[in-house]
C-alpha cells in the first residue's frame, strides 16, 4: 500500500521488481529472443570473406547508394508536409479530422504489394499521373523517382505519427503567450512549437527513413530498377541461393541497426533512473 500511495503523490513514478515483474520478464524474453535470434544468427553466420566480397561489389554498391539516397529523398519530401499536417493534427480541431488521422495509418494496414500495384495506376506509364508527367521528361517506372513514391507511401505514417506526437507534448499556452507579445502564428510555430518538438521530429524523421531502406514490397512493383537492397536481397536469393544473398542482407541489417544506435544515443534522452534505483 505504501508503494501505491508514493506512486499517487508523483514520488515513484517505476515500481520496484517483484514477482510480477519476474514473470513477465520471463515471457517478455521469449519475444525478445524471437526478434534477436534470426538477426544474430544471419550476422554471425556470414563469414568475412564473403561480406568482404559484398562491399567491393559494384552492383552491392550502387543498390547501397540508391536505397540511402532514396529514403533520404522520401524523408525531406515527407518532413516539407508531413510536419504542417502533424502541426494540424496536434493543435487544430475540425471537420474529418480523425478522416485524416486514418488516411495517415493506412500505409500500416494496407499489404505492400497492393500498394505498388495502387501505385503503378497513379504513376505508372499509362497512370492518372504518370501519363502526364511523363509527357514532360518524369518517369516513375523503373525509376528512381517512383523507388522514392514507393518510400514515400509506405513510411510516412512513422514520421507525421510521432511529429504528432512531438507537438502534443509542448504546451500550448507557450505559443498563445509569443502570440500575445506580437508574433504571429508562423512565428510561434517557427520559433517555439518547432524548437521543441524537433527531438521527437529528427525521431520520427530517422525511423521514416530506416523504415523506407527496408521497403521492398512497393518499390519492386513499381520501380524495379535501379535496384534497392532489398530488391537486390530478393533477386541474388531467387537466382543464386542463400549464400549470395545473405551477406547482402547482413548490410541491410547493419544499416538498420545504425538507425536504432542514432535513436538511441542522439535522439532518445536518457531516462532518469527510478527513485528505487538511486
Known amino acids: 500500500m505504501s508503494r501505491v500511495r508514493d506512486y499517487q503523490a508523483g514520488s515513484a513514478p517505476f515500481r520496484r521488481p517483484d514477482r510480477l515483474a519476474r514473470c513477465f520478464a520471463l515471457a517478455s524474453s521469449l519475444l525478445l529472443l524471437f526478434v534477436l535470434i534470426p538477426l544474430l544468427g544471419t550476422l554471425l553466420g556470414t563469414d568475412l570473406q564473403s561480406f568482404r566480397a559484398a562491399l567491393m561489389d559494384a552492383q552491392v554498391i550502387t543498390a547501397l547508394a540508391t536505397t540511402f539516397y532514396a529514403a533520404g529523398l522520401a524523408t525531406l519530401l515527407a518532413l516539407l508536409t508531413g510536419v504542417p499536417l502533424a502541426y494540424l493534427l496536434a493543435r487544430y480541431d475540425f471537420s474529418g479530422k480523425s478522416w485524416v488521422e486514418g488516411v495517415v495509418n493506412l500505409p500500416v494496414v494496407v499489404p505492400h504489394t497492393a500498394v505498388g500495384i495502387a501505385l503503378l495506376m497513379v504513376f505508372g506509364r499509362l497512370g492518372i499521373l504518370g501519363k502526364p508527367l511523363g509527357s514532360l521528361g518524369v518517369e516513375f517506372t523503373d525509376a528512381l523517382a517512383g523507388v522514392v513514391v514507393g518510400m514515400l507511401f509506405v513510411s510516412l505514417p512513422f514520421l507525421v505519427n510521432t511529429a504528432r506526437e512531438s507537438f502534443e507534448m509542448v504546451d500550448p499556452e507557450l505559443e498563445r503567450m509569443a502570440e500575445t507579445q506580437g508574433a504571429t502564428p508562423w512565428q510561434a510555430f517557427r520559433h517555439v512549437a518547432l524548437p521543441l518538438a524537433r527531438r521527437g521530429i529528427l525521431a520520427g524523421a530517422l525511423l521514416m527513413w530506416g523504415r523506407a531502406i527496408s521497403e521492398f514490397g512497393a518499390v519492386v512493383i513499381l520501380a524495379y530498377h535501379p535496384k534497392t537492397v532489398p530488391v537486390l536481397v530478393y533477386e541474388r536469393f531467387e537466382g543464386f541461393g542463400l549464400a549470395a544473398a545473405q551477406p547482402v542482407a547482413v548490410l541491410l541489417i547493419l544499416a538498420s ?15 532518469e533512473k527510478p527513485t528505487w534505483a538511486k
Do not use: D, S
Open 257 to 271: 541497426l545504425a538507425v536504432f544506435v542514432l535513436l538511441q544515443t542522439v535522439v532518445v534522452p536518457g531516462r
